[in-house]
């Protein structure tokens, strides 16, 4: 007797987006009657390609969703010294409440300092040191975005986490690590691998809920991962036609796994989104200070 495969329910990243950026429209608009107009600015140096699609496609988010933003664009020549001047420039500009500087930079830019510049009430990439030690110690700061995105990709499916074992694959400033920290928070008991982790398909065997944060294709396969669990895919990849792919070998995996996220449409699109919701979250923080200061009217 031959048994049908079961097919792993996929998390759609479009369309929960659709959903998230409705409410951020919703939120912006709000805004707007108290007076105030989200905005992002998003500072690109050099001439990246990707870097390049990645600032476009957040500003176009952006004014879809109705926030203001600004592109600030900048020659690879630029010294240190200016981009740290701009930062501060932006720092103390009314009318931007979120800055991203697009990395990587210019090698001879120090891009922690310059992360470091920025204010951490307009770090809506979550990268500063003081967001990363707000999330470590659980208070109010902005949560890196593709990681809080796949935070609410499980939130989308009604996932419960408390008592279950997460693995995270791959231990990144910006991804694994903060990761972990959140599916900590959220009382997983959570297993953190890399590339020295002696046996992955051990730990991810007794994982219940798999997020695969490497950079590697078919770091997952079907062979380590147990039935029912939930697989969360980072990576961005390109196969061997050249066309986006994960970490995870989707064709595989979700023939045992209960949910799986595509690439693309799982987790790429969400990055964008939280990108927007830590925005406005950013602005009404701002319009709450300045309500309470009365330096606004209502
Ligand atoms: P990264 O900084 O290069 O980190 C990769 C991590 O994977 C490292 O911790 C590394 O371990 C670990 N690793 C490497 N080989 C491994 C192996 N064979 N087994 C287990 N762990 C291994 O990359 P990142 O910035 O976190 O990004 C990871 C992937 O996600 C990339 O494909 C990136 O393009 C993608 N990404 C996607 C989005 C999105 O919006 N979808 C956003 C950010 C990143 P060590 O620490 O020991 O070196």
Same mark, same amino acid.
């Given at each position: 007797?031959?048994? =049908?495969? =079961?097919?792993?329910?996929? !998390? ?14 919703? @939120? ?9 107009? /989200? ?16 600032? @476009? ?6 004014? *879809? ?8 664009? $900048?020659?690879?020549?630029? /010294? ?29 830019? *120090? ?8 204010? /951490? =009430? ?17 208070? /109010? ?6 990681? $809080?995105?796949?935070? +609410? ?5 009604? $996932?419960?986490?408390? #008592?279950?074992?997460?693995?995270? !694959? ?6 694994? &690590? ?22 992955? +398909? ?13 950079? &590697?294709?078919?770091?997952? =396969?079907? *062979? ?18 050249? &066309? ?7 064709? #595989? ?11 693309? #449409?799982?987790? #790429?699109?969400?990055? !964008? ?11 009404? @923080?701002?319009?709450? @200070? ?5 330096? !606004?009217? +209502?």
């Amino acid at each position: 007797m031959t048994t =049908t495969p =079961t097919k792993a329910q996929i !998390i759609d990243g479009v369309a929960l987006s659709k959903q998230l950026r409705e409410d951020v429209a919703r @939120r912006t608009a709000a805004l707007k009657t108290r007076g105030v107009t /989200p905005g992002l600015a998003v500072v690109l140096v050099g001439d990246n390609q990707a870097s390049q699609v990645y600032v @476009r496609n957040k500003v176009k988010a952006c004014s *879809d969703a109705g926030l203001h933003s600004v592109l600030e664009k $900048y020659d690879a020549s630029m /010294p240190e010294a200016e981009l740290l001047a701009r930062v501060e420039a932006l720092n103390n500009d009314p009318a931007i409440h979120g800055i991203l500087v697009q990395l990587p930079l210019p090698a001879h830019i *120090d891009a922690h300092k310059v992360i470091e510049a920025i204010s /951490p =009430t307009k770090d809506v990439d979550g990268f500063h040191v003081a967001s990363a030690g707000a999330l470590m110690v659980g208070q /109010p700061g902005f949560w890196p975005c593709t990681p $809080y995105g796949c935070m +609410k990709m499980l939130e989308s499916i009604g $996932y419960d986490l408390r #008592g279950k074992h997460a693995v995270v !694959i791959g231990r990144s400033n910006i991804v694994g &690590k903060p990761m972990a920290l959140m599916l900590l928070q959220k009382n997983a008991t959570v297993t953190v691998c890399h590339s020295a982790t002696a046996n992955l +398909k051990a730990m991810t065997l007794q994982a219940d809920v798999i997020v695969a944060a490497v950079g &590697k294709r078919n770091v997952l =396969t079907a *062979d380590m991962v147990k039935p029912g669990a939930v697989v969360l895919d980072v990576g961005m990849n390109r196969d061997d036609a050249g &066309k986006l792919c994960g970490d995870v070998d989707f064709a #595989g995996v979700s023939t045992v796994a209960s949910h799986i996220t595509p690439v693309p #449409g799982g987790v #790429g699109p969400m990055t !964008i989104t939280m990108l927007l919701v830590n925005t406005i979250e950013a602005a009404e @923080r701002e319009a709450t @200070r300045l309500e309470k200061l009365g330096n !606004i009217s +209502k």
